[in-house]
């Protein structure tokens, strides 16, 4: 039996969760799992990624590997993943998700920072929820992988940057969290901590060969995130959080929880809301609360958002 092609991004983040999936898909189903790294353009140039607008960059890539039968399948940061649907592409697996907080890294908490404190995220969600929080803050925008940015503390250019809690664990650098936000103050991205595994939507043995790893409460959680996001018509580029929890209710029936937020990137206002459902209505239950959020103004918060020039 030839052993299954995982395409990856060759950053740490990258290679170490999609080294996770392959021992666990590996050991589950008895199939040899081989890791094949990819370069992607967003890899080679800084501005090529700027100019190409994000992320998105990096999933296509990959997609293209997929398309090309270069790998059978990809592993990806569910967070990253457009909303929209990608022609001849399915999404096979959805893995259980890991801690989905942002974290501050620096020297002290967020409430012990100094008046005026330099703190650094290139993502509009956490500017405008930081400056919510600390309205004297100075937010830096930063680019570059998690280790770039982290050296930007150390060097003394930054008091403090944001990350995600699950990406610094998979980079070996949780020592480096001053802070866990508690998701009360600071909402995570739709899907963060979360992990997608992509292969060709006419592969049917191989879908159900990798829905083995399928999390049933994970899909359904960041389903009714996403869907916020989709209906917002916001990218990642777009204050918008999102966070959902999947709890038993009794011994057979399960409830969806779901909260989003819609930021001014100024911090000084906000659009908050939640709602429950079944997990099996996830999608409606995203659609209905994004309907609310933007019943509330959460367009008019958006629009006001700062275009980067390209
Ligand atoms: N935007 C890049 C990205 N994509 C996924 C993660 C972290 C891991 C995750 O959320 O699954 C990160 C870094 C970060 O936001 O700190």
Known sequence: MTALRLGTRKSLMATTQSGHVADVLSRLTGHAVELVGVTTEGDVSRAHLAQMGGTGVFVSALRDTILSGEVDFAVHSLKDLPTGPAEGIALAAVYRRDDPRDA????????????GARVGTGSPRRVAQLRALRRDLEVVPIRGNADTRLSKVTDGELDAIVLAYAGLGRIGRREAVAEVFDPDAMLPA????????ECRADRADLIELLATVDDPA???AVTAERTVLAVLEAGCSAPVGAYA???DTTDVEQSLRLTACVVAVDGSRQVRLSASGHPERAEEVGRELAARLLAQGADQ???ERHIEPR
Do not use: F, N, S, Y
């Open 301 to 303: 918060l958006m629009g």
């Open 218 to 220: 994970t899909r359904a």
């Open 245 to 247: 929890t999947v709890e």
């Open 104 to 115: 501050l890294c620096g020297p002290a908490k967020l409430a012990d920072l100094p008046h």
């Open 190 to 197: 739709p899907g963060q901590g979360a992990l997608a595994l």
